[in-house]
C-alpha cells in the first residue's frame, strides 16, 4: 500500500480557511485519496474521499494536484468544533479479499484558535 | 441514526480476567473490522469480518478473538487480557464496496492491570 506523508500539527485560527496537505508520491493510478478526521474523545469520522477531480461536499473541499502526488483537504472556515487530528489514507480499489482495511498513518493535529 | 455502537466504553480489569468487548452497527453493513490505537503507532487493525460466519486476521491478532454470528454484531473477545493489551479500542463497519466511507464506534478504552 501506498504510503502518506502529513505535517505533524497545524495551527489555524477560527473562521479563517485552513490548507491541510498530504503527500503520496508513491501514488497509482487505482488509489482513492480518502480523508477521516478523529475529534477528542471520539472515533475516527470520513470526511471526504476523490481520485482525480477536485471534490467538494458539506464538511470539506479535497483538492488533488494533476500529477496526484499530493492533496489538500480545505476547511473553508475553520471552527472550533474542527479541531481534530486528520488522516489522510489511499485506498487501492483493485485489492481483493480484504481491501476494506485503513492504514493510518499518525496524520495532522489541527489547533484551531478562538 | 446510523450508528456503530461498543460497550463498554471504559474498563479496567486484570490480568487473565476474560472480557469481551460489544459492537453492534444498525446499517446493515456487512464488512466489519476491530483497530486499537496506541500513540505513535496509529491505528492497527486487529480483526476484520467480510460478513457472517466469515473473519480473518488483520495486523495486530495475537491475544484477541472474535465472533461473526450475526450480521450487526461483532464482539471482540480477550480470553487471558495482559497489560500490553491496554489501549483504545475502535470497531468499525462498512458497505461492500472499498470505496464506501467507514462509520466508527466512539471508542472503548481498556486498562489491563
Known amino acids: 500500500d501506498a504510503k502518506t506523508t502529513q505535517p505533524n500539527s497545524m495551527e489555524s485560527n477560527e473562521e479563517e480557511p485552513v490548507h491541510l496537505p498530504c503527500n503520496h508520491s508513491?501514488?497509482?493510478?487505482?488509489?482513492?485519496i480518502h480523508w477521516y478526521r478523529q475529534l477528542p474523545s471520539q472515533g475516527p469520522e470520513y470526511v471526504i474521499h476523490?481520485?482525480?477531480?477536485?471534490v467538494n461536499n458539506r464538511m470539506a473541499s479535497l483538492a488533488i494536484a494533476e500529477d496526484r502526488k499530493s492533496s489538500t483537504l480545505i476547511l473553508h472556515r475553520a471552527t472550533l468544533r474542527d479541531a481534530a487530528v486528520y488522516y489522510c489514507i489511499l485506498r487501492d480499489v483493485r485489492n481483493a479479499g480484504n481491501n476494506r482495511k485503513l492504514i493510518w498513518g499518525l496524520g495532522t493535529s489541527l489547533a484551531v484558535n478562538p | 441514526e446510523a450508528q456503530v455502537t461498543q460497550n463498554p466504553r471504559y474498563l479496567i480489569t486484570v490480568t487473565g480476567k476474560k472480557l469481551t468487548v460489544t459492537c453492534s452497527q444498525n446499517m446493515n453493513h456487512e464488512y466489519m473490522s476491530w483497530y486499537r490505537q496506541d500513540p505513535g503507532l496509529g491505528l492497527r487493525q486487529i480483526y476484520y469480518s467480510m460478513n457472517v460466519e466469515v473473519t480473518d486476521k488483520g495486523d495486530v491478532p495475537e491475544g484477541y478473538k472474535v465472533s461473526r454470528k450475526e450480521k450487526r454484531n461483532f464482539p471482540l473477545i480477550l480470553e487471558s487480557p495482559s497489560p500490553n493489551q491496554t489501549s483504545l479500542y475502535f470497531c468499525a463497519s462498512g458497505v461492500g464496496t472499498s470505496n464506501q466511507p467507514q462509520h466508527f464506534g466512539d471508542g472503548t478504552r481498556l486498562s489491563i492491570l
Open positions: 476523490g481520485l482525480t477531480s477536485n
Open positions: 508513491t501514488i497509482s493510478g487505482t488509489d482513492y
